[in-house]
């Protein structure tokens, strides 16, 4: 018989697509105050090369960008960051006078062996976790590196995603050594 063990720590990230609307430095002050403080930046990339998924709501010329959280937390909070997020957009939007957002925000977080990140929006590869958020695991790593799944978003597999979390995982291990 196996007994249920308290999981090791993660390491959260925030996925950010956002129109021009949105200051960055005023969003990054934001984040900071809600979440925690922020150690690590992708390069921001073109978004709609990726998808024309939020162009309706959001409109065109939309950037991607992840930003990691500092300390390594409880894999249990993902269901609460993620209605913080919620929150956060919707006062964006009503900041901004827009009938869409004008930014995104997903929190997710890595280990040692994958990518999860939060939705809002149930699917056959999707577990509920509460209050109606949903956890998927949208990258594993095998190997030397994370691999994507079929389901994997286009973004998440771009080379640029895909080296700025190869980074993350590695800041993930320094800093689990340290806690140890």
Known sequence: MSLPQQPQPVKYFLGLIYNGLVSLWDLERVLQSKFDFID???PVLEFDGFTDYYQKEMGPNLYRTWWSLHRLQSPDRLAEFKLLANELEDEYRREAES???????????????????ASCK????????????FAET??????????????TYPDYQSPEALKY??????DYRSQLKGEK
């Open 138 to 151: 949208t990258l594993i790593y095998k190997g030397d590196s994370f691999k994507p799944l079929e389901w």
């Open 122 to 133: 149930d699917f056959s590869h999707r577990i509920h976790l509460g209050k109606g958020i």
């Open 40 to 42: 690590r930046k992708s």
């Open 165 to 170: 979390f190869e980074k993350l995982r590695q």
């Open 99 to 117: 009938q869409g957002r004008i930014v995104n925000i997903d929190p997710g977080y890595i280990n040692e062996s994958r990518l999860v990140l």
